[in-house]
């Protein structure tokens, strides 16, 4: 009993005070929100409101268990992060494949793009050889891979295919591979722990999609763009993406921003996540499908969820990068 | 020692099958239920019985027995541990030799209220639906009140196509229709026909796709 006192102590005493904080926040954030789903369940009557709200609780169910498995991954160190997104690349890359027509000379290209792309791409994250990391994908597999489907001999629909497999390595492996490549940043004078750099990125965006999707739903009035993307409205865009940079500019204590920077930085992220989900959400309506999979319950796919991270974490890696190393 | 490993390969084959091809249970028509069963599904790979037993609820896997062909699956004692200990596969004698033993063993299954997975195709497809071997139609006159439960295996045949060494993982869906209603006096090929078009009518449009849109899902068009 005392050891199991003396480990939590421990733990307490040592991993970093403003980790606990927002640890804290998130735990209480989610805790309302499930009391508030709670109620609301034993509260709404109509069978529409019932449907909303059952999709709220599943959403909310999803988070517990996406923030307790990147708490887990930020706790245990950079490299288990790193494995994490390894995982959530091939899983990604696997939904929009899925989805993706490709035919029998693709095969072998798909094959390394899975095995041997994946794993190393996120390899050069952590070795930090950030030269070739930032070109593997966009100079030597663009490539390789036409170059081995054209070993195939079929011309049909050619540069469709090659087009596809080149956007599911883009988005799915690539972009999201700059999200934990913040962990290798070198930044002189940030005493904190970098991988505050990824929870920051990763709590702005998803909080923008949150609040988002809650302005939405409570004052949403003009559709943004129905064609497209039917449940994103302007009320909910500006609403939710301004709250998202408010509470970025209030986060800019665990960066190496000053407030004035940390609230250009979140405007950057909020904007870029809208831009990703959206085109995101371009793709899936021409594929003819409503969600990339159904692997997390009221969310869709790993790649619905990826979306507002696929654009900006490119560029919130640069300009950290460019600027502050 | 064999019998010891057994419950942890199982889990180990089940969670390597879901990380690479989702195994993903649909149920439309049909729902997942303890009765005897013939689960009769399209033949797209490797993997296919792994994939509609990860795909099944645990408790009904326990009770499904996918029907395995003797002659490979009985070569050795490893073969036979996977596909005895940890599949619980049925194997039978595909020679011909012995069909009456082969017939009274899997009727044996479905009468202790078990459920068997068969393959009528007797062949692997390359994502169309090849005509039915007659397995199924004396096995249903055997066990009138086993369900026939058509299972299409979608996507499968693009993770292994025929002749490819390498694997591409993709989300695989298993498709569970409803089960065919019985016809008094049926022939045996109409029957054979009808078995087959309920199979393959289950690989239509998708249920996930966005009613707004009437194209056809991709994984499905790149099946011609």
Known sequence: MSSVMTAVTSFFTTTDPLFLWLSGAALGLLVVATLIGAVLAYRVRTPAGRDTVRNLNARIRSWWVMVALFAAAMLLGSVVTLVLFTLLSYLALREFLTLTPTRRGDHAGLFLSFFVVVPLQYWLIGVGWYGLFSIFIPVYVFMALPSLSVLGADATDFLTRTAKAQWGLMLAVYCTSHAPALLWLDIPGYRLPSALLLLYLMTVAQLSDVFQYVFGKLWGKTRLSPGISPSKTVEGLIGGGLTAVAIGTALHVITPFTPLQAAGMSLTIVTAGFFGGFVLSAMKRDLGVKDWGTMIEGHGGVLDRLDSIVFSAPLFFHLTRYWFT | ?224
């Open chain 2, 1 to 224: 020692m064999i019998p010891l490993f057994q419950p942890a390969l199982r889990h180990g084959l089940l969670g390597l099958t879901r990380l690479l091809v989702g195994a993903r249970a649909s149920w439309e028509g049909s729902a997942p239920v303890d009765v005897p069963r013939i689960y009769f599904a399209n033949h797209t790979s490797h993997l296919d019985t792994l994939a509609v037993m990860a795909a099944l609820p645990a408790k009904l896997r326990a009770r499904t027995h996918p029907v395995a062909a003797l002659d490979y699956w009985g070569g050795s004692a490893l073969r036979r541990a996977v596909a005895v200990g940890c599949l619980n596969a049925l194997l039978v004698d595909r020679t011909g030799k012995a069909t009456a033993e082969v017939m009274d063993a899997m009727a044996a299954v479905l009468e202790s209220g078990q459920s068997l997975i068969l393959f009528p195709e007797g062949t692997r497809g390359d994502g169309t639906v090849a005509p039915f071997k007659s397995g199924l139609y004396h096995l249903s006159q055997r066990v009138p009140n086993a369900e026939l439960v058509p299972v299409f295996i979608e996507n499968l045949h693009r993770v292994m196509p025929k002749g490819m060494p390498l694997l591409v993982p993709l989300i695989c869906t298993m498709r569970f229709g409803a089960p065919l209603e019985p016809v008094a006096g049926e022939e045996k090929a109409a029957f054979l026909e009808r078995a087959r078009d309920a199979l393959v009518s289950l690989s239509g449009p998708k249920s996930q796709s966005n009613p707004q849109s009437n194209s056809p899902s991709s994984g499905q068009r790149t099946a011609q």
